[in-house]
């Protein structure tokens, strides 16, 4: 039995990010209220290439933004893979337009181009894929489709910072791109996220949103808006992160290697797709599916690991099959839903841990 439980996830923080958020707590006040907001979002805007980043206190509430500012509405549809957190549906809601989900390819479990092609209708505005547990979707296709029907791409990046498809980060290709830096994320602010944009007046219009909907500097109201600012405090904190960011994406992708090692040729057992010449994940999350019967449940198979110590976490429901949502025929999605787990992944996961973690899982799956 491990000594302690191993946890899935969990930050690297260091006396750097310490000693600016004291600095934020210390004389980030007054005149000097906004000073880490605007250096933070200036050195994420300058890591992605891009013109405008806003900080917000959620990515959820980023792509919010990013709807409102785009002016999709009641009768319009967004295209939805089917397996990912409820947040990327949510946000279509919350503006009155319908998610229309579609499945996710087996080996990459991103949205699936081909599924993109077949879901748009006249009422079609956006697409949104999603860059699930840290691996990009296939941009380039995403973004030819887009073009062909004069649709929106609306990045859900939340778990991808530092992400690449064909050279460009994650974030860059679409016209607006959503991440987050929840406690469990690479970069963490506690909670926290940030807009990005290439984008002159689809910035200018979420940064009015963001603002309650304010006219100018002054107290005047145009629109019903939204309040999900990030504080300066926690602009310290994800300023210190980012200045860190390729260590934290060099920790993350030896973890997976450690698991890829020693779980890679279990048959029947899915990892992470490996980084190729076109993609390269983050591998925020390093996990498994169990594509065929191991004679044990997914969940039995996670209640076995805790009880040994070994903290798990299941993927996401396929969103269709919530009651506020409609069905929709996404077997890929369902799959994983059922099948997949989260591996311990955090920044502080040792080797021998990990060893540690696949002895037991191949003990209960009875291989070798």
């Not at 894929?129 to 062909?148: C, F, T």
């Not at 310290?236 to 934290?248: F, H, I, P, T």
């Not at 973890?255 to 925020?284: A, H, M």
Request: hydrophobic share 40%.
């Amino acid at each position: 039995m491990w000594p302690h439980m191993i946890l899935t996830a969990g930050p690297s923080i260091t006396e750097k990010e310490i000693n600016y958020v004291n600095d934020a707590v210390t004389h980030g006040w007054n005149e000097r209220w906004s000073e880490y907001i605007v250096k933070f979002e200036k050195a994420f805007a300058d890591y992605i290439g891009v013109k405008h980043a806003m900080s917000t206190s959620s990515c959820t509430g980023a792509l919010h933004l990013a709807m409102s500012a785009c002016g999709i509405g009641k009768g319009d549809e967004v295209i939805v893979p089917d397996q990912t957190w409820v947040a990327s549906a949510s946000v279509v809601r919350y503006v009155d337009a319908t998610p229309v989900f579609v499945d996710v390819e087996p080996d990459t479990w991103t949205i699936d181009p081909d599924k993109v092609k077949k879901a748009i209708t006249a009422r079609t505005r956006a697409i949104i894929p999603v860059h699930l547990y840290g691996r990009p979707a296939n941009l380039s296709a995403i973004k030819d489709i887009a073009d062909e029907h004069g649709l929106l791409v609306i990045e859900d990046a939340a778990p991808a910072i530092g992400a690449l498809h064909k050279g460009i980060k994650a974030g860059k290709w679409g016209n607006l791109a959503g991440f987050s830096f929840q406690g469990a994320k690479l970069l963490v602010t506690g909670e926290g996220g940030m807009l990005v944009t290439n984008d002159d007046d689809l910035f200018a219009q979420a940064r009015h949103f963001a603002e309650h909907g304010r006219v100018a500097k002054g107290f005047d109201i145009s629109d019903i808006g939204f309040k999900y600012k990030m504080s300066n405090i926690q602009a310290a904190l994800g300023l210190g992160q980012l200045e860190r960011v390729d260590e934290l994406i060099a920790k993350k992708e030896t973890i997976f290697n450690w698991y890829l090692q020693r779980l890679g040729d279990v048959e029947g057992l899915s990892l992470n797709k490996p980084n190729d010449d076109e993609t390269k994940s983050i591998y925020w999350m390093s996990s498994i599916v169990l594509d065929r019967n191991f004679g044990i449940s997914r969940d039995q198979l996670q209640a076995e690991l805790k009880a040994v110590n070994v903290d798990t976490r299941p993927f996401f429901p396929a969103m269709s099959s919530f009651p506020m949502f409609s069905d929709a025929d996404t077997p890929v999605a369902h799959h994983l839903a059922e099948k997949g787990i989260n591996l311990p992944s955090g920044h502080a996961r040792t080797e021998e841990e990990i060893d540690y973690v696949c002895q037991q899982i191949k003990r209960l799956l009875k291989v070798s």
